[in-house]
C-alpha cells in the first residue's frame, strides 16, 4: 500500500508539474531575461536533480568533470531529502540542499524556506539536470543566476526560461547527457572523455561491517515507484533465487525500502531458507546500502537506484531491462551483465513521455523474460569471473550385493 501511495503522489507532481509549472512558464517567458556569458566568473555553481537515485548517480562523472573545471568553486546539489545520504559518498560536493516530499503539504511548506535560502546563495552558474521536469526550471530561474543551463525536449516548455539548452539525446546514455550539459556552460559542444572517465565511481566504504566469511549475493525485487512495471515477475526471482541456493555456496541479501518491505517478504518467506535468505528491506539507510553492496559477491537487480549504486561501487551486477533501455539508462561497470529482449514497443519510456510507462503489450518486455533464458548466462557470468564456488555434493553410493549363486 505504500508503495502504491507514493506511485500517486508521482503521478500528482507529474500532472502539476505538466499543467501547472507549465502555465507559469508560458506566463513568465515574456519577462524572462535570458543571459549567455560564459566568460563570467564562476564561484558558486548548483546542480538541480530531484528525482531518481539511479540518475543522480549516473550524474557523478559530470560533478567530477565540475569540479575538475571549476577546483575553486562551491559546488552546490539540490534535491529531494530521501536521496541526501548517497552525498556523504560523492566528495566533489561541497553542500546539497533538500526539499521534502514526503506530501504535498510538506513540500509546500519546505519550499519558500530553502527557496529563501537559495536565493541568498547567489550562484553564478546552475544546471538544471531534470530531464523535463518544468518545476525545476522555474525555481532556478527565480533564483536569479548569472547563467542558467538546462535540457530541452521537442515541444517542451522549460527552454524559454534557459540561458543555454542542452538537447537530451535518446540514443546517448544519460551519463554523456549530463556531461554534454555541463560542458555546455564553457560554451563546448561535446566533450571528448576517455571510456573509463564515463563510469560513476564511488570511494569503497571503510571498515565494511557486513564483510563476512561467508559470500553473499544481493537481489533486488523492487524498482522505483516512478515506473513499478520495471520489476521483473516475482515468481521468476524465486526460480532463480532457488537455482542460486542449490547450485552455488551463497547466502542470499533481499534489499528494498521500507515500503517494499512487504513485497520482498513474500519472496523471503516462499523460499523457506531463514538461515541463508535475509529480508533487509527497510533496515538499511544508504550508507548502509552502499556498505552491504560493497562486500557482496554480486547484486541482481531490477533497472533501479541500487543497480546504478553498485556499478558506481564496481561490483559485478546483473540487471533487468524493458520499459526502459539499457542503452540509456545502463549500468556502466568492468563486469555486468544486462538482460533486455528489445521488443519492438521497447522502451515505452522517454524523456518526451515524461518517464511514463503506459504498457499496451501486456508488459511482455518483463514477462517474456523467461528464468530459462537468464540461468545459463548467469552460470557462465558467475563462472567466468569467479563469483560464487560451486556447492559440495554428498554423493550416496548404493553398492549392490551380489547374493551367491
Known amino acids: 500500500m505504500q508503495v502504491l501511495a507514493e506511485t500517486r503522489r508521482i503521478k500528482l507532481a507529474k500532472w502539476l508539474d505538466e499543467y501547472v509549472a507549465g502555465a507559469l512558464i508560458a506566463f513568465m517567458q515574456s519577462f524572462v531575461r535570458r543571459n549567455r556569458n ?18 543522480i ?30 552525498f556523504a559518498l560523492m566528495p566533489y560536493v561541497d553542500r ?27 550562484y553564478d552558474l546552475i544546471f538544471d539536470a531534470e530531464f523535463f521536469a518544468n518545476f525545476s526550471a522555474l525555481l532556478a530561474r527565480a533564483l536569479s543566476p548569472a547563467n542558467l543551463a538546462g535540457f530541452s525536449r521537442p515541444g517542451g516548455r522549460k527552454q524559454s526560461l534557459l540561458d543555454v ?43 565494511n561491517p557486513f564483510v563476512s566469511d561467508t559470500p553473499y549475493a544481493i537481489i533486488n525485487v523492487n524498482a522505483s515507484p516512478l515506473a513499478l512495471e520495471r520489476r521483473w515477475p516475482q515468481e521468476n526471482f524465486l526460480q532463480l533465487a532457488r537455482w542460486l541456493l542449490r547450485e552455488f555456496d ?24 531463514p538461515g541463508r535468505v535475509h529480508n533487509l528491506a527497510g533496515d538499511l539507510n544508504l550508507r548502509q546500502l552502499a556498505e552491504l553492496l560493497a562486500g557482496a559477491a554480486l547484486l541482481i537487480s531490477n533497472d533501479s537506484g541500487p543497480l546504478h549504486l553498485a556499478a558506481a561501487l564496481h561490483k559485478p551486477v546483473v540487471g533487468f531491462y524493458g520499459p526502459e533501455t539499457p542503452q540509456r539508462f ?23 513521455n515524461a518517464k511514463t510507462v503506459n504498457c499496451t503489450n501486456h508488459l511482455r518486455c518483463m514477462r517474456d523474460l523467461r528464468v530459462e533464458m537468464v540461468i545459463p548466462k548467469l552460470q557462465a557470468f558467475i563462472e567466468t569471473h569467479r563469483l560464487l564456488s560451486p556447492r559440495e555434493r554428498k554423493l550416496s553410493l548404493t553398492i549392490a550385493q551380489t547374493e551367491p549363486a
Request: some cysteine; charged content about 20%.
Open 57 to 86: 548517480m549516473l550524474c557523478e562523472p559530470a560533478l567530477r568533470y565540475l569540479r575538475q573545471t571549476y577546483p575553486q568553486a562551491r559546488l552546490d546539489f539540490l534535491t529531494l531529502q530521501q536521496n541526501q545520504e548517497l
Open 250 to 273: 551463497t547466502n542470499l541479501i533481499l534489499i528494498g525500502n521500507r515500503a517494499e518491505r512487504a513485497y520482498t517478504q513474500a519472496v523471503a518467506t516462499a523460499l523457506g531458507k
Open 330 to 352: 545502463g549500468p556502466l561497470c568492468p563486469k555486468k551483465l544486462v538482460f533486455y529482449l528489445g521488443l519492438p514497443c521497447s522502451p515505452c519510456m522517454s524523456v518526451d
Open 165 to 207: 539548452a542542452v538537447p537530451f539525446v535518446d540514443h546517448q546514455h544519460a551519463v554523456k547527457n549530463f556531461l554534454r550539459l555541463v560542458a555546455s556552460a564553457r560554451g563546448v559542444a561535446d566533450m571528448p572523455c576517455d571510456p573509463e572517465e564515463l563510469h560513476p565511481r564511488l570511494p569503497a566504504p571503510p571498515n
Open 38 to 55: 560564459t566568460e563570467a566568473p564562476c564561484q558558486r555553481i548548483l546542480v538541480i536533480k530531484f528525482w531518481g537515485l539511479g540518475s
Open 96 to 122: 546539497v540542499h533538500v526539499l521534502e516530499f514526503g506530501s504535498l503539504w510538506k513540500f509546500m511548506r519546505s519550499l519558500p524556506q530553502q527557496f529563501s535560502h537559495l536565493k541568498k546563495q547567489k
